[in-house]
């Protein structure tokens, strides 16, 4: 009898859930559960971590934010320079159109030929919108506030099909990113104040992500998919010579050559944020028959309705917000630089044709634009004429001779008017 009762005593009474020995029992397994949880969890971020930064070392730019966090890392470059410098310093601001377009080492020989000596820098980035130039002008402010002047001038190119309202649709993944690694703390505690659910999601993406959020990731997955079609489109369009694998040559032998160039897509010091405005004769002819491929009118065609679908690149019906966004950009460096200046870069017009409405559109915007901030317009958008060999697609300058030719006109617009003098 005494031993039964004994061993009735030591069994878990699981009808009682304050039985001490079942409290006991739960808080053992959660326990574990949180370890092994944690664990799987902390495992699954460090891999998270390693990959991105495996593909950010092995590829060009691949979440389109590699080259907006450099680029805003180098903004303090003028704050380096010697402090007895007599160089004029000049920032340039803009799209990918100035990151593959403009040399600063070409425009500065360029001006120091004819007498006058600056310090240029390129900051410009792709697959941006206003509202990432604005919180990038934002930073600049940030960085010179209690410097104002130390940037003399500052060329600020806009791209009107960046502010279409077929364009702001599209936005809303890259402008989180480039929220999030352009901000910092204090910024996410002021989003907290009216949206808590955002504030965690810039803070997860900028220090848990390393500023790629997940829509990125599940965007790059993809990618291989896309190539395929695409190859396949091409395999099939007998109108144009494959490419190949020329691109990827071209690719690999100019990173080659290019040791400063890393990790691919940054802002590289060295270049002052451009490319490196010469290679190997080699590299040159490669790029040369790569760019006269990419001018095909089958691909260029492709390009061309890739801008009218993305962008309204033809019609440019303006988002008024997205107006004002940009017109904010330039007010925030406004505050800094001695001198803000609006640039219109080159348009392809062999391939880019301007409707009566886009004209309409693209001049009231600039009316806008200079209506509210006073700014002066350089005018490059249609003279002096660029054929379309200058571009290797609807928009971007060819990597050395339509680049060099972009920098030395602009280059001449400032020497003529002799407007970047101190």
Known sequence: MTLSTSSSDMRINHSDPNDP????????????????????????????IFAVSQLREAFPNPFSLQRIETSAN??????????????????????????????PEIFDQRLSSKGIHTRSYNFGYGNADPIIHERFARRFEQIYKDTTGTVDLV??????????TTRAVQTGQLNHAAHAILGDWRDFIEVAKTDHEEAIALFNTRYIRNGVPAEAVTNLL???????????????????????????????????????AHPPGGWYVENRGGLPPSASPKAMALAAEVMAKMQHPSRMEASRQQRLACCDMEDLNIDPAMLQHFIGAIKHAQKVAKRVDLLLMPRNQDII???????????????????????NLVDLSIEPYFSVTDFFDADHL?????????????????????DVVK
Not at 90 to 102: A, H, K, P, R, T
Not at 155 to 163: D, G, L, T, V
């Open 21 to 48: 020995r079942r409290v006991k029992e739960r808080r053992k397994i959660a326990l574990w559960t949180i370890l092994f949880g944690g664990s799987a969890l902390l495992a699954g971020l460090l891999v998270v």
């Open 398 to 418: 060819t990597l050395f001779k339509g680049r060099q030719k972009l920098s030395e006109l602009l280059a001449d617009v400032y020497a003529e008017n002799g």
């Open 353 to 375: 044709h301007l409707s009566a409405l886009g004209k309409a559109n693209l001049k009231d915007a600039l009316a806008t634009i200079q209506h509210e901030t006073g700014v």
């Open 155 to 164: 060329i600020f190119e806009f791209s009107p099909f960046q502010a279409t």
């Open 74 to 103: 180098a903004l303090d470059s003028a704050l380096r320079l010697p402090p007895d410098s007599d160089d004029t310093v000049v920032y340039v601001f803009g799209s990918s159109l100035i990151e593959f377009g403009f040399s």
């Open 222 to 260: 993809a990618t291989p998919l896309r190539n395929m079609q695409r190859i396949q489109s091409e395999a099939n369009d007998n109108d144009a010579e494959p490419m190949g694998d020329m691109g990827w040559d071209l690719y690999h032998m100019l990173m080659s050559e290019w040791p400063q």
